[in-house]
């Protein structure tokens, strides 16, 4: 029902940068929440950030200040911006979307996870 699209991971450099971007698509009727979850080898996923559709965030303490989450409602995408990375912030990261589908006849709730997208900060 719902199809979700990440890009922008990638190598970076200690103290670099990245974009993630994450697009849904598909029977969507709204979207409540999306958000960005990573995984590194060995570890659970984590909460890395979310944000509601009257863009309040919320962060991972650790990461407050260095990632910044916004989406554009228009486009149903999320971003993350990622600064000043550091090598422990190699992991997939995981985009998610939890809302409503159309459906006859009240919509339906969905909760959507991509695929990963690897990011790898090193020198």
């Known amino acids: ?15 670099g940068s990245l974009r993630l971007s994450c697009v849904a698509s598909g029977n969507i009727f709204t ?5 960005w979850y990573r995984q590194a080898p060995g570890n659970q ?23 910044t989450i ?7 995408t999320v971003y993350l911006e990622m600064n000043n990375l550091k090598s422990e912030d190699t992991a997939v990261y995981y985009c998610n979307v939890r809302g409503y589908y159309r459906s006859d006849p ?7 996870w991509g695929q990963g997208t690897q990011v790898t900060v090193s020198s």
């Not at 979207?31 to 958000?35: K, S, T």
């Not at 996923?45 to 863009?55: I, K, Y």
């Not at 916004?70 to 149903?76: E, H, L, V």
């Not at 009240?106 to 959507?112: G, I, Q, R, W, Y």
């Open 45 to 67: 996923r984590e909460l890395v950030a979310t944000v509601n559709s009257g863009h309040a965030t919320n962060y991972a303490d650790s990461l407050r200040g260095r990632f």
């Open 31 to 35: 979207i409540v929440a999306m958000g």
């Open 70 to 76: 916004s989406r554009d409602n228009a486009k149903n």
């Open 106 to 112: 009240v919509p339906k709730v969905f909760d959507a």
């Open 1 to 15: 029902q719902v199809h979700l699209v990440e890009s922008g991971g990638g190598l970076a450099r200690p103290g």
